[in-house]
């Protein structure tokens, strides 16, 4: 209302964006519980950080042309990177880059990968050694 700003422009490629940025979610929150499975609650409050971590080079409310080079090849790694880009070229009435969405999609198998072989690691070493307790109420 304050902004004129009209999400239906998207039409249905909003779809696959969202589903894009959620399946990313899932990764980083794989990440975060196996964070928190191994150090237990000192992590939790860098589980809350893990976002707010990523986006300066996540290119939310910016272009990724206006960051530094280095941060412009951490920021192509993330999933969720290719998504704004593409929303962008959305606003701007160009249309959707597919080769973006392929791209926010490869990436998106690589961290789910990462974030899955990750939490196994971690569930299986903290078995390993003990680190799992269980906690039950009666």
């Known amino acids: 209302v304050f902004y004129h700003f009209n999400v239906f422009q998207f039409h249905w490629h909003l779809v696959p964006f969202f589903g894009l940025l959620m399946v990313f979610g899932w990764s980083l929150g794989l990440i975060s519980c196996a964070l928190i499975m191994r ?39 993330l999933p969720c990177t290719p998504v704004f880009e593409g929303m962008r070229a959305i606003i701007r009435g160009h249309g959707i880059d597919w080769n973006l969405m392929g791209l926010s999609a490869l990436t998106n198998i690589l961290w789910m990968l990462a974030a899955a072989a990750t939490f196994l690691w971690v569930l299986h070493s903290g078995r390993r050694r003990g680190m799992l307790t269980r906690v039950t109420t009666h």
């Open 39 to 77: 150090w237990g609650q000192a992590a939790e409050s860098l589980a809350w950080a893990v976002p707010f971590l990523i986006q300066p080079v996540a290119a939310v409310y910016y272009d990724l042309s206006v960051l530094p080079v280095w941060a412009q090849h951490i920021g192509w790694c």
